[in-house]
């Protein structure tokens, strides 16, 4: 897995293009605090995580500031 980067539209942006892929969200520990993965738009999906736009409440409590991926 490559990694870590923070989780910032730049950081997204520069390292992730739009094809499938498997991630892992982390707090400031390093601590893995969610796994998923993209069938279609990587890219697009770790923006769904970003702190403005996440749905799930767990993952804003936890303060996830970055992740690692694979394509």
């Given at each position: 897995m490559k990694g870590p980067c923070i989780l910032a539209m730049f950081q997204i942006?520069?390292?992730?293009?739009?094809?499938?892929?498997?991630y892992?969200?982390?707090?400031?520990?390093?601590?893995?605090?969610?796994?998923?993965?993209?069938?279609?738009?990587?890219?697009?999906r770790l923006k769904d995580h970003l702190l403005q736009n996440e749905a799930?409440?767990?993952i804003k409590r936890c303060e996830v500031n970055a992740f690692y991926y694979m394509k």
């Open positions: 942006d520069s390292n992730i293009s739009a094809e499938a892929g498997i892992i969200l982390v707090n400031a520990n390093n601590n893995a605090i969610y796994v998923g993965r993209s069938d279609s738009n990587l890219n697009t799930n409440i767990c």
